[in-house]
């Protein structure tokens, strides 16, 4: 039972997701997102991300009078390297984005995982489960003597 509270788990929370373009003026606290800079703005931010950061990609914690304030977990450089962050809050001016994504939950797609999860739990377990004896079993109620 253990087990398939943990599959299930795991799966719920193995979800697929999509970054959208930002319909909204700002995104709602706590949001993850992918704020992709200017050229300008990679140049000028390099001492604070690193140099050729292309995306900045993070939980949204506010804005200041700095600009956008991301948590960030990752950076995506220019070449295409993804570079992991443990977090730290980075102040991203507005006129240094150039876009704006928000990341969302893609239904389809995670419905389509926990399915696929779900069919291969029960298959494992029908497959743990079966009798792969080749004797009938007796229908005798007699119990063996002693001796």
Same mark, same amino acid.
């Given at each position: ?48 991300? !690193?140099? @050729? #950061? ?12 700095? +600009?956008?304030?991301?948590?960030? /977990? ?16 980075v102040a991203l001016p507005a006129s240094y984005i150039a876009s704006l994504e928000v990341r969302r939950l893609a239904k389809g797609r995670s419905a389509l995982l926990v !399915?696929? @999860? #779900? ?12 009798? +792969?004896?080749?004797?009938?079993? /007796? ?9």
């Open positions: 039972m253990r087990t398939t509270v943990v599959i299930a788990t795991a799966c719920l929370t193995a979800g697929c997701y999509n970054y959208n373009p930002l319909t909204t003026p700002n995104p709602e606290a706590r949001t993850y997102i992918a704020a992709r800079l200017t050229d300008s703005g990679s140049e000028d931010l390099a001492r604070y991300l !690193g140099p @050729g #950061v292309f995306v900045v990609r993070g939980r949204y914690v506010g804005e200041d009078d700095r +600009g956008l304030l991301v948590a960030v /977990s990752s950076v995506e450089m220019k070449r295409g390297d993804e570079v992991s962050w443990a977090g730290e809050t !399915g696929v @999860g #779900v069919t291969g739990l029960v298959a494992t377990a029908a497959a743990l489960t079966l009798n +792969g004896s080749s004797s009938p079993i /007796s229908s005798s109620s007699k119990r063996p003597t002693k001796q």
